[in-house]
């Protein structure tokens, strides 16, 4: 009468366990496996109907849309973004990093990146992202690839001055 069966002794204390751990200790899946389930599908693929055409992403994180693992900001443990941040009229060029501690962050997925604003002049910039890329050795081989895409983001804040003039001049010439 005052037996247990064995399942009830095990799972108690199984259950319990795995409850105090603390989130450091918590597992979080390789990018190599993660990469092999989102690879071909996810919600950020943009195929193309043409049949030499690249698959591109539009994940977070992705930092020239290229389908590929270098890339991903899903499957990459270490992934990082140059991006612009519009707060009402300012925009300003900011650098996306993964957080190291995943693990931590795993109840918060919108906490995975961290945000480091930088400067629109172009010398201080590119040494701000020098600093946040090669911080902890995070992405030196991205290195190259952000400063690009730095200087093609800083680019489109420029106005296209004579597209302008070219407006007013017809607006005359039609009066």
């Not at 109840?107 to 629109?120: E, I, M, Q, R």
């Not at 600093?131 to 800083?154: C, G, N, S, W």
């Amino acid at each position: 009468s005052g037996s247990k069966s064995p399942s009830e002794t095990t799972s108690a204390p199984h259950r319990s366990f795995f409850r105090t751990l603390p989130p450091s200790f918590k597992m979080v899946a390789p990018g190599s496996l993660l990469w092999e389930c989102v690879r071909d599908n996810n919600s950020f693929l943009r195929k193309s109907t043409k049949t030499n055409a690249p698959t591109l992403s539009a994940e977070p994180g992705n930092l020239t849309g290229e389908n590929t693992y270098r890339f991903s900001g899903l499957a990459n443990p270490n992934a990082c973004d140059v991006t612009v941040q519009t707060t009402g009229k300012k925009q300003t060029i900011i650098v996306n990093k993964k957080v190291q501690k995943q693990a931590a962050l795993a109840h918060a997925p919108g906490k995975f990146f961290s945000k480091v604003g930088l400067s629109k002049k172009a010398k201080k910039g590119l040494t701000q992202l020098n600093k946040a890329l090669m911080d902890k050795m995070f992405r030196p081989d991205l290195q190259e690839v952000a400063k690009t895409k730095y200087i093609k983001v800083k680019r489109s804040f420029t106005k296209n001055k004579g597209a302008s003039n070219f407006v007013k001049r017809s607006k005359r010439v039609s009066k």
